[in-house]
């Protein structure tokens, strides 16, 4: 997985460097989406008043390959399973309004997703 964080063995890290890590780069998305290489390491934010879909294909990601799913749209986001894909999750695969999770590749075929159920968004007034 290439990560947006080009660290290399000895280099000393900046105060911003390391504040940076917890800084995922969004992928927003208005409409059902398939999940491709490059959302590795993001956030993939969906944002739709209706349900939409975000599908996971076969031999895109790696062992330990990690994305960041949520929905702030108000339809339901299912995260479906492409051919050949198994997703284990001990909750939903159907994410309400401002639900989400981790999706951790196991192998190219096979995924957990761990919810994060009860995520509250903060907006500033």
Not at 2 to 21: E, K, R
Not at 29 to 46: F, P
């Amino acid at each position: 997985m290439t990560t947006p964080f080009p660290f290399v063995s000895g280099a000393v890290l900046q105060a911003q460097q390391l504040n940076d890590i917890t800084n995922l780069p969004i992928n927003d998305q208005t409409a059902s989406y398939v999940l491709v290489v490059g959302d590795a390491g993001k956030r993939v934010i969906m944002n739709n008043a209706g349900a939409t879909t975000i599908t996971v294909n076969n031999s895109v990601f790696t062992t330990g390959d990690t994305i960041f799913i949520a929905n702030k749209g108000a339809g339901t986001t299912t995260i479906t399973a492409g051919a050949g894909v198994t997703i284990n999750t001990a909750g939903s695969l159907a994410l309400a309004q401002y639900g989400g999770g981790s999706l951790v590749a196991l192998s190219a075929s096979t995924f957990a997703f761990f919810s994060s159920v009860g995520a509250t968004y903060v907006t500033a007034t």
